[in-house]
């Protein structure tokens, strides 16, 4: 169930989370909309170019018969010009339809690590972390693909991202992508870990086979995790996006703690000396995931943070859009406007992607 949240009187039907995935797809505002074709934006996360942002979700509730297996995929929910984020409007994104092969393998995993217009045609794209297979010998293939936004949003197969032999190092899985200008050019770039607490600088834009622009050696003097600043991603307003690293990746939205790298036109590598992320002064809010009654040992609701700091409703405010859930079968995803930030705009539940 679509819940627009306007302070009417709780009704007694179920509510968003507290109901099996399998009885959703017969309940009001869970039926399916075809993504409207947009011609393209500068809006970030905007993956059919209409001009709305979208939504990611990388954690997918799974059926209580089924808490334990495979992960379902990835979740798009995409924009809307009255709601912000219209959840009849979706994809789910898998390995099986989505991936690129390894060979003649499939990787398992399809996990959503960032997005950006890497070709640059309007149309943001997902970057993919997946699990090529490797027995342990030599240097490991990419793990990284690319998925390509279109006028239909993100659909067909990915590609794997192309990082020359001159930009490794090591034998480490190249991980932790993060999207930015680093170079002050116009054009997005990727930065991706090495090994040895080196980095590779992927200058953009990138070629639909997944190729970046250029790319030399790696860059030495980052840490093992790289993150993007935030809220803005230039740091001191020099016109190039800066890069941080940390001893462990860092989630959105809590307080931490590493070293920045400025940009330049040369890429990033200029230190920039510690760097702290903050975290929320009055703390999350939290979507309305309904109490459910039962056995004590049942797990405790928690709240993660999925967007802050982007707008989803188009008035250039901040939004928030958090998830709660109840271990691995129940959730409720809420976006909060900044105009009203103790009511949220939306709420739904991840389940809608698996619901037959």
Not at 131 to 146: E, K, S
Not at 229 to 257: I, S
Not at 274 to 290: I, N, V
């Amino acid at each position: 169930m679509l819940t627009a949240c306007t302070g009417s009187p709780a009704s007694s039907a179920p509510k968003n989370g507290d109901v099996p995935p399998t009885a959703l797809a017969g309940l009001a505002g869970a039926e399916r909309h075809a993504v409207p074709h947009g011609t393209g934006s500068r809006t970030p996360d905007d993956f059919n170019g209409d001009g709305h942002r979208d939504l990611v979700l990388d954690d997918l509730v799974k059926p209580a018969a089924d808490s334990h297996g495979d992960d379902a995929g990835i979740g798009i929910v995409y924009g809307s010009a009255t709601r912000g984020l219209d959840p009849s409007v979706r994809q789910l994104l898998s390995a099986r339809t989505n991936a690129a092969k390894s060979g003649d393998t499939l990787p398992a995993a399809f996990d959503a690590e960032a997005s950006c217009d890497l070709d640059r045609d309007g149309f943001t794209d997902l970057i993919v972390a997946t699990d090529p297979p490797y027995n342990g010998i030599g240097r490991p293939p990419v793990p990284l693909q690319i998925l390509f936004g279109s006028p239909a949003g993100l659909t067909g197969k990915a590609v794997t991202l192309r990082i020359p032999d001159r930009a490794r190092f090591g034998n480490a899985w190249p991980d932790h992508p993060v999207c930015g200008d680093f170079d002050g050019d116009g054009k997005p770039d990727l930065a991706v870990t090495a090994s040895s607490g080196r980095f590779s600088f992927l200058r953009g834009p990138f070629t639909r086979d997944g190729r970046p622009h250029a790319a030399g050696g790696t860059i030495p003097g980052a840490g093992p995790a790289l993150s993007a600043p935030e809220p803005r991603t230039d740091t001191n307003g020099d016109g190039y996006d800066d890069l941080v690293y940390t001893a462990l990746p860092h989630q959105p939205g809590t307080a931490g703690k590493g070293t920045l790298l400025l940009g330049s036109p040369d890429g990033p590598g200029r230190p920039g000396g510690p760097y702290r992320f903050g975290a929320p002064a009055a703390g999350l809010p939290t979507a309305p995931l309904r109490k459910t009654a039962g056995s004590p040992a049942a797990p405790r609701a928690e709240t993660t943070l999925l967007q802050r700091y982007a707008d989803f409703d188009g008035d250039g405010k901040p939004d928030t859009v958090v998830r709660t859930h109840r271990g691995e079968t129940a959730d409720l995803i809420a976006l909060y406007p900044a105009a009203t930030p103790d009511r949220p705009m939306v709420t739904f539940t991840s389940a809608l992607f698996t619901a037959g």
